[in-house]
């Protein structure tokens, strides 16, 4: 199996009604955990990197890295995305290294900084739909502004600075073509979201469900969607680290989000969280240990437990199998 259309990925999960988690990678051990979960739980797969990632890995290692996962795991669909492209070159770059799905973020300017406008965002969107899908690839892109920053990209707002205007997204969708939405609802990147449990106040579900009702055939994308659990924080902070109190997204929100047309969930920071606690833990007990496997393999373990978790909840586990994948030739053709 080649990497596969996260266009038709998507629409299986709508058929479904299920969600499909998109986790972020930038290391081998971070892909193996991923297909190592989706092998347990038979979860077709979303892998994504940032333009962070791209740069720490280099293109050619994360694209023959996914070639080896496609190859070890025949049996799973899977992927390759990108996460926040900050302009046309930058999807275009991926597209030509061989990602099946890039996410043109024009909520801001190129700097993955400043806020953009609403013609600027339409634009630059279209102009990656038009180049996407001549190729097969699948497009995501953003109304409102997300919270925080992840790998230097954001505004570094509050969740709740810009969210996403249920009539403008209409507008956004008809525009651009875009396959898939990533909407502001209140969500931000990173560990620190919520400073106590989120309400109705500071977790707009309300705005996701009237998004939803203007655009039921929009799959929509929910970043920002790390659950930051207390369990994942308690061992980080228990080997000697200094995480400040803090909460994330409830999985019973996510899954109320699947239950009104979210299909693409972004989870990066619980990976994080895992991968730490366990390699601190490693250090803490046993600090005569310098073999990177000695940290790297229950690394890779923690979070695989979190992946399968995760793919259990959203309802992606055990649909694997249940089509067959098109190539992104055929995928080209429908677009037209
Ligand atoms: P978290 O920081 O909540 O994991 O979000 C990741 C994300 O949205 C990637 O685009």
Redesign the pocket.
């Known amino acids: 199996m080649a990497l596969v259309s996260m266009r038709q990925v998507l629409d299986e999960a709508a058929k479904g009604g299920y969600g499909v988690g998109?986790f972020?990678v930038n290391n081998m051990e971070q892909i193996q955990a991923i297909m190592e979960a989706a092998r347990e739980t038979k979860s077709p797969v979303i892998i994504?990197a940032?333009r962070g990632a791209r740069s720490y890995a280099q293109d050619r290692y994360l694209v023959h890295l996914m070639q080896a996962a496609v190859e070890l795991y025949p049996e799973i669909p899977v992927v390759m995305h990108l996460?926040?492209g900050n302009g046309v070159a930058t999807c275009k770059s991926a597209v030509e290294q061989g990602f099946t799905s890039v996410m043109m973020d024009g909520s801001l300017m190129e700097d993955g900084k400043t806020p953009s406008s609403f013609e600027y965002n339409v634009k630059v969107t279209r102009e990656v739909v038009e180049m996407a899908h001549a190729n097969g690839v699948t497009v995501e892109g953003e109304i409102g502004t997300?919270g925080?920053i992840?790998d230097g990209h954001g505004a570094g707002v509050s969740g709740l600075a810009h969210l996403t205007d249920p009539d403008q997204a209409v507008e956004f969708v008809k525009l651009t073509g875009v396959d898939a939405l990533a909407i502001a609802i209140g969500?931000s990147?990173?560990?620190y979201?919520f400073t106590s449990k989120p309400t109705g106040e500071t977790l707009k579900m309300d705005r996701l469900i009237e998004i939803h009702k203007k655009l039921p055939g929009v799959h929509l994308v929910m970043?920002?969607?790390?659950s930051v659990p207390k369990d994942l924080q308690d061992v980080i902070n228990q080997y000697g680290g200094k995480l400040r109190p803090t909460w994330?997204?409830p999985v019973e929100e996510i899954q109320l989000g699947i239950k009104n047309g979210v299909r693409k969930i972004?989870?990066?920071?619980?990976n994080r969280l895992a991968i730490t606690g366990a390699i601190r833990k490693v250090f803490a007990e046993t600090p005569e240990k310098f073999d990177p496997r000695d940290y790297m393999k229950p690394a890779r373990e923690a979070m695989k437990k979190v992946v399968a978790l995760r793919m259990n909840q959203f309802g992606q586990a055990g649909h694997a199998g249940d089509y067959q994948p098109l190539t992104l030739e055929e995928v080209a053709k429908r677009y037209k």
């Open positions: 998109a972020n994504q940032s996460d926040h997300l925080g992840e969500t990147h990173g560990a979201k970043h920002g969607s790390s994330g997204v972004n989870v990066d920071t619980d």
